[in-house]
């Protein structure tokens, strides 16, 4: 196997380690190639597992970008949201994989230092051996086993349970879906959890609210206000989960996933920065 074919049979999983640790598909991207220029100067004697070789490689750029990032979000305008990816449908089988790039689950590995979000998404999501992982991230072994019981710790705490099944999901979002393109408010009311919280990232682009809403009442009240008549909602397949599609005049407008718990939406996710709507225009593959 020529180094072209090895990096061209390991990228999607390349791409889904530099994406759940930056939670961007740009910049995974970016890391990719990155990871390419550096991977063609490789002489091919010197490696001898490529999958590994390039997993430790995209870790460390991909750790060297999440760095960098940290402190450009900290001047971000209003709620961060990570970039939405169009997914095929059968990403959804895979379940370990699709709720590790699911917006909830994302939002808490943003909580994580570092070094703790790439131990935990290698360890976790890839099970990857503690030795690749020492490698990659400049620590001893031992060091790395601690840091990923505090990671997991550090998640187990955080991280939302979907209590549903996914055809229990899926009807919960095609209900808020229908409820929302006909106005029907108590479709609306049925679907959210009384304490749902909405979170709406605009990036200082385009109109959305700052900071999270908490409650049906205030949620519906900010639904309803931005609402444009011409509105209408597209199934979609974002992030390994159903999510909605949110258009305007022929225009995406925006994207909207769901986290479902209990037979009702207790966490909506609206993405309108164009910017980071770019993903959503071609399917991207996905794998562990």
Do not use: C
């Amino acid at each position: 196997m020529t180094q072209t074919e090895a990096f061209t049979a390991h990228r999607a999983l390349l791409f889904t380690v530099a994406y759940e640790m930056l939670g961007s598909a740009a910049d995974a991207e970016d890391v990719l190639q990155e990871v390419w220029l550096r991977w063609a100067d490789v002489p091919a004697h010197e490696v001898r597992d490529p999958r590994a070789y390039l997993v430790r490689m995209t870790t460390r750029l991909a750790l060297n970008r999440l760095r960098t990032l940290a402190r450009r979000r900290e001047d971000y305008v209003g709620t961060w949201l990570p970039e939405p990816l169009l997914t095929a449908p059968d990403v959804a089988q895979d379940v370990e994989l699709a709720d590790s790039v699911s917006t909830a689950m994302l939002l808490v590995l943003e909580t994580l230092p570092p070094t703790e979000r790439a131990v935990f998404v290698l360890r976790e999501v890839f099970d990857v051996p503690y030795a690749e992982i020492a490698e990659a991230v400049g620590k001893s072994e031992p060091a790395v086993r601690q840091v990923a019981s505090r990671a997991r710790a550090h998640v187990a705490e955080r991280r939302p349970w979907a209590s549903v099944s996914p055809a229990e999901r899926d009807a919960v979002i095609e209900r808020f879906r229908a409820a929302t393109q006909t106005g029907d408010l108590q479709g609306l009311m049925d679907a959210l959890a009384p304490d749902v919280v909405l979170m709406t990232d605009g990036g200082g682009r385009v109109k959305a609210a700052l900071n999270p809403i908490i409650g049906r009442e205030k949620v519906l009240r900010f639904l309803t206000a931005v609402t444009p008549e011409a509105l209408e909602l597209e199934p979609v397949w974002l992030n390994g989960s159903p999510a909605i599609q949110f258009v305007v005049g022929g225009q995406r407008d925006g994207v909207g996933t769901m986290l479902v718990e209990d037979g009702v939406v207790t966490r909506l996710f609206l993405v309108r920065n164009p910017d980071k709507l770019r993903a959503v225009d071609e399917e991207v593959g996905l794998s562990r």
